[in-house]
């Protein structure tokens, strides 16, 4: 071997024993906790997560609709929930349909027998063996008053059912009317006599993440009623007044 090859060889071992030494030196000095001697970091590609919408709750509470099934009064009329569903979605809101039961429960009012002097008995005679419209105080013949019915009315629906949702008084949409036996915003309806019934349907469109739900009837004559079908109602909800005539 040359002297000039050996020359070579001894360089070349001396260079890789001098690289070993230097990455010993900085690898000691890496698990030392030299932070300067770490390798520089690489950016994190980060993606946005998708909005998410908080879900929805229930559009109706289940405990809600049985104590509305059971049914709300004041004086003249006794108001029943007896079914709900929905009916469609749109734009974030909800159509919800409401079956309801409505039963004349106002009490018979005295009337003095004179003014009913003159008056057509339809009943053919009949009406005090069936209940009729009127019948004789206390039953004596020589009395000079009746108990009469009375009629218990709503003129409009429009102006007196609405829809309580967190305190916005929703008035009934117009396709209530095309429902089978569904209430015409601008008809309204007659329970002539005591215990007279009527089934009705309302519809409503309503915002679908509403907190809390109640159908209510204005009626400033007896009473307002108030059916919670969703949370609890805000008492100042229910202090909204809409133009029409009273119910009574």
Do not use: C
Not at 27 to 37: K, L, Q
């Amino acid at each position: 071997m040359s002297a000039r090859t050996s020359s070579s060889a001894a360089l070349a071992w001396a260079a890789l024993a001098l690289i070993g030494a230097v990455s010993a030196s900085v690898e000691d000095t890496v698990y030392r906790g030299e932070a300067t001697h770490y390798p520089a970091p690489t950016a994190v590609v980060t993606v946005p997560r998708a909005a998410q919408d908080t879900p929805a709750s229930p559009v109706l509470d289940p405990g809600r609709l049985a104590e509305a099934a059971r049914g709300s009064a004041n004086g003249a009329v006794r108001v029943r929930v007896t079914g709900a569903r929905v009916a469609g979605r749109a734009e974030g809101d909800v159509l919800l349909d409401f079956t309801t039961e409505w039963q004349n429960v106002h009490p018979p009012a005295r009337v003095r027998r004179g003014a009913l002097e003159g008056k057509a008995d339809r009943t053919m005679g009949a009406g005090g063996l069936l209940g009729g419209g009127w019948r004789a105080a206390g039953g004596g013949a020589g009395s000079d008053t009746v108990l009469r019915d009375v009629a218990y009315r709503i003129p409009r629906w429009g102006d007196h059912v609405v829809l309580l949702a967190d305190g916005v008084a929703v008035p009934l949409d117009p396709a209530s009317a095309r429902l089978p036996d569904g209430a015409d915003p601008a008809a309204g309806m007659t329970l002539a006599r005591r215990h007279d019934t009527r089934r009705v349907r309302f519809r409503f469109r309503v915002p679908e993440r509403s907190r809390w739900i109640a159908l209510h009837l204005f009626d400033y004559a007896n009473g307002h009623v108030t059916l919670p079908l969703k949370g609890d109602p805000d008492p100042g909800g229910t202090s909204a007044t809409l133009a029409g005539d009273t119910a009574g």
